[in-house]
């Protein structure tokens, strides 16, 4: 984890300057109101009233709704190389479970909301799908299945993001049950193994 | 295939009344529309040119921009026994590859854009995600899971709903590749094990 990192409990509040406290809780209150309603649907008076500031502070310190959007959904909220450090660390062979483990972890802290709102306003923004594609694909999942060293990565990336993503979608978006309120420890021997299977097993005769 | 089936290519023009074609043309450009703009940004005005008739006929017909939503992307363009059927035909161990045939084949054709439309239109319609969820899930998942047989249905069916959706979404909405271009052939042997692990296979020690 980074010291500059998003989502880092605000606990330490009285050691921070005043406005990085009200930036902090804008951001935190903005992934919330985004993950709600969607970018069309959250008012900069809705966001700034759960942070418990004035709505001025909104334009002060970033410039107005868009500005926050991109600072609170578009700039992703964990440590990538850290993400990467989780996953790879056990070797290959754990490679699945590290990666159901890892992902759920932070997913159901601060980053489910964070999920939530860049789903939710793939459709006001196509940067969104951007960052999908740019974050969790090339950053996590391409260097993942290089570190894997099997054949295809391109591939074996884009088949753990369908696995990543729907998982994502289940849990957070649709809530469907019981994959939504599953613990970890239920997922990790239901889900890794395709993730394992992706990274470094068969896929079958391709032409 | 039923005769009502929304997504029947219009080729028949001539044999219908004029009315039930301009409804036809303006449901499938609803559905392009939706899928490119989501709800918000879908304009009446923009459905009716793209469909090639006059703005009026979307009050005419369906009541305005809500109605036309509720007939194009809330009821399911697809007739959902013969995907059970088609899914179910060849037996608990031909499900996994039956599923990945099934509904690639459906979502290649008319069914891409009804998906994506659904997906994008989640912000501004809780009712996109219960039409997923009742759909997809419960009436199509669930009543396959039943079919298989195995242990724990209802777990299976939302593991199969994480796949899925997230096929869906890494092929049509991200357009991640090399998952967004390849054939059916290709994922077919790459997709279809983890549906079939799902339905039938073992699911690791839960307590």
Redesign the interface.
Known sequence: MTAANDSTPTRRRGRRPAGEDTRTALVEAARAVFAE?????ATVRAIAARAGVDAAMVNHWFGGKEGLFTKAVLRVPFDIDEVLESVTAGGPENMGENMVRTFVSRWDGAGGEYFVAL??????HDDA?ET??KVL?SRILNAVAAHAGSDRP??RA??C???????G???Y??R????AS?DI??L????A??LQ??LTGD?????
């Open positions: 309603s969607g970018f069309d649907g789903i939710r306003s793939v459709t006001s799908l999908l594609k694909v391109e591939l884009a088949l993001a369908t696995q990543m993503i729907g998982l979608m289940t849990r978006v649709a469907l049950e019981p994959v599953a420890e239920t990790v021997p239901t889900v193994p395709t299977r992706y896929l079958g005769d391709l032409a």
